[in-house]
């Protein structure tokens, strides 16, 4: 069961870089997420898509850009990387709806901008 | 949430015996409560969660208490494993809100053998 992928696992970008993280979920999930996981402050939602063509902010979205490809993938863009956005991103699926149901996560990509 | 700063809360026990990491929640709307625990490396990983409507849950060696009263969220560990030393967060969300889950700062367990 492969659950939650990320790609890639690590990345070193300069400033002013752009980069694509991509995620894809096997688990027939309509709900999607992302998450930065920074030293000290937990996990900050970047933004999420409720369903296949619907995308939304959260709590830090400045600085990126989503794309909700179809109902597996969920990708996450950096037009300009800097600094402050060295950080873990996580991927998240669940198949929320009328009734609470857990996030499911990947396993993380480990970006750093010099 | 459960602390500030860059340090985590850490609980140290040994093996076999039970752990039990606290929560205080913040939202008083709050209907949903989750328990992950996230080893190095890895992404959190979901443990169990417990709807408002419930005051106790019980899974495979884990217990999660919830206590409206004093917003406070517990989770139970019995015989603790050098397997469970990770980070576990508690994670809440609000009635209505179905997307976002406001995200406490860890606590790390660390398992002597």
């Known amino acids: 069961n492969a659950g939650v992928t990320q790609t890639p696992k690590f990345q070193v970008l300069k400033t002013g870089q752009s980069m694509t993280l991509q995620c894809a979920q096997d688990m027939n999930h309509n709900s999607m997420y992302w998450y930065r996981q920074d030293p000290g402050m937990g996990l900050r939602l970047i933004y999420y898509s409720a369903s296949e063509g619907t995308t939304d902010k959260g709590e830090v979205p400045n600085g990126y850009n989503v794309s909700r490809l179809n109902k597996r993938e969920f990708s996450l863009r950096l037009e300009s990387a800097a600094p402050s956005q060295t950080s873990v991103y996580f991927c998240?699926?669940?198949?929320?709806?009328?009734?609470?149901?857990?996030?499911?996560f990947g396993d993380g990509t480990r970006l750093s901008i010099l | 949430g459960e602390s500030v700063g860059l340090h985590l809360p850490t609980l140290s026990v040994q093996e076999g015996d039970n752990s039990i990491i606290n929560c205080a929640y913040s939202?008083?709307?709050?209907?949903?409560f989750i328990w992950y625990k996230q080893e190095s490396g890895k992404g959190p990983q979901f443990i169990i969660d417990i709807r408002s409507n419930m005051d106790k849950r019980q899974g495979q060696r884990v217990t999660v208490l919830l206590n409206k009263t004093v917003k406070h969220l517990s989770l139970q560990i019995a015989a603790t494993q050098p397997g469970d030393s990770a980070v576990y967060f508690c994670a809440e969300k609000e009635a209505g809100n179905n997307r976002k889950l406001i995200w406490g700062l860890g606590t790390s367990l660390a398992v002597n053998p």
């Open positions: 939202n008083s709307a709050s209907d949903y």
């Open positions: 998240a699926s669940s198949a929320a709806g009328q009734t609470n149901q857990p996030q499911h």
